[in-house]
């Protein structure tokens, strides 16, 4: 539970470019829990036709309850498929998640052995899931993406929400969580929990930014919310 609630942190706008040139996206986003500020979270994401890297940054909490977070993923990517190498997140208070895709790939031989196969980290999957199912998709909201949380495997599964929005270019979806097949998560823990994220689609360049994201924890209700956003082409 306390992991997924820091994972929302890396709930950030990702971009998509099938161009060349490398696109570099900077967004801040404020965290807030019952509408007190509690931190700040930075993404860094960089995307070419054929690779991509995503960077995170928060410094959550409260003066005596301070956590501060890094992580950084990283892989390749054909279109909207998304294949990740390495993966790193690491907590002020000591705990730490890796993994190597590329190593499970290399001792699996490429077989069906390989239980990574098709899995990504919560940076590659939030990056998956801010290119939408298609790029002509004119919204996000059905998709579903695979993560590996703390060794177990979860589906995350975006739909349209019923929430009506007042600004047009706003999209709203749900996201709900299940186990995988063979996952040794909590079935009845993940179905407890739902996050609700606002999306914004840009035209130029063609990417998806996360305005927000809302999501319930034992604390109240915790809420990331854009404040700054700059997209730059790479030399």
């Known amino acids: 539970m306390r992991r997924l609630a820091y994972a ?6 990702a971009s998509f470019s099938a161009q060349a040139q490398p696109e570099l996206l900077v967004s801040r986003y404020a965290v807030n829990l019952g509408g007190v500020r509690m931190g700040e979270a930075v993404l860094h994401a960089t995307i070419d036709a054929k690779h991509y890297k995503v960077e995170i940054s928060a410094d959550v909490g409260t003066l005596l309850n301070n956590t501060k977070v890094q992580g950084e993923a ?26 190597d895709f590329t190593a499970a790939a290399s001792a699996a031989g490429g077989n069906a052995k390989n239980a990574l196969k098709g899995v990504l980290d919560p940076l590659s999957a939030l990056l998956s899931a801010s ?3 298609s790029p002509a998709a004119a919204t996000p909201c059905d998709k579903v993406v695979t993560v590996l949380m703390s060794r177990a495997k979860i589906d995350a599964s975006l739909s349209a929400s019923e929430q009506q929005q007042q600004d047009p270019r706003i999209v709203s979806c749900r ?14 823990q993940l179905q407890k929990i739902q996050w609700d994220v606002y999306f914004q689609k840009l035209a130029k360049p063609q990417l998806w930014l996360v305005e927000q994201v809302s999501l319930p924890t034992d604390l109240g209700t915790v809420t990331i919310v854009r404040t700054q956003t700059a997209v730059s082409s790479g030399s």
């Open 175 to 188: 996201v709900n969580f299940a186990p995988s097949a063979n996952s040794t998560a909590n079935g009845a």
């Open 74 to 99: 990283s892989g390749s990517r054909a279109g909207h498929k998304l294949t990740p190498e390495r993966y790193k997140l690491t907590m002020s208070d000591g705990q730490e998640s890796s993994v």
């Open 131 to 133: 290119m939408g199912p």
């Open 8 to 13: 929302s942190i890396l709930a950030v706008s």
